[in-house]
């Protein structure tokens, strides 16, 4: 950070400009633990679907199921401690938030009157990945009772 600089400082607006566009929407770390849980659940997927409203992180076709990896911090994860407000510029953040929220459950209740069924996975929830685990097993047994292809066992990483 500049020494001298002053709120509204250009120089402080460029660093936090580079600091913004440096946040991912897509292959973040949470979403990539999601997807390799799935993948060794011996589930086969489909990623970004833009033809979908919010373009889901992980689509299973096979089981018409989206999952949403969301960040506790910017979709507003209720009860979590990392869902925190920025103390500047409060009202910006309050905007913000409203908005993201918003736009989660609008794209939610779109996608499930197309007949889909959505997950959320938080990402508090990665760490305790045995009951994350369990969760995603599940996806195969609420459609139609079709399971995945290895029998919803878990295969060992590859070392």
């Known amino acids: 950070m500049v020494a001298d600089a002053r709120p509204g400082d250009s120089s402080i607006?460029?660093?936090?400009?580079?600091?913004?566009a440096a946040i991912r929407g897509r292959d973040t770390s949470p979403e990539l633990k999601v997807r390799s849980l799935l993948h060794r659940?011996?589930?086969?997927?489909?990623?970004?679907r833009r033809d979908l409203p919010g373009s889901p992180d992980i689509v299973l076709p096979?089981?018409?199921?989206?999952?949403?990896?969301?960040?506790c911090f910017w979709h507003r994860h209720p009860g979590c401690s990392h869902t925190t407000t920025p103390k500047t510029r409060a009202d910006f953040w309050a905007r913000k938030f409203e908005?993201?929220?918003?736009?989660?459950?609008?794209?939610?209740?779109?996608?499930?009157e197309m007949g889909w069924s959505v997950m959320v996975v938080w990402e508090c929830e990665l760490r305790d990945l045995p009951s994350l685990t369990a969760?995603?097993?599940?996806?195969?047994?609420?459609?139609g009772g079709i399971r995945p292809d290895q029998?919803?066992?878990l295969k060992p990483l590859c070392t």
């Open 151 to 153: 029998g919803g066992k």
């Open 13 to 20: 607006s460029a660093i936090r400009s580079r600091n913004m």
């Open 135 to 143: 969760r995603l097993a599940r996806i195969g047994r609420s459609v």
């Open 62 to 71: 096979r089981h018409r199921t989206l999952v949403f990896v969301h960040g």
């Open 99 to 112: 908005q993201n929220e918003e736009r989660d459950h609008r794209q939610q209740r779109q996608l499930r």
């Open 41 to 48: 659940l011996g589930y086969r997927f489909r990623l970004h």
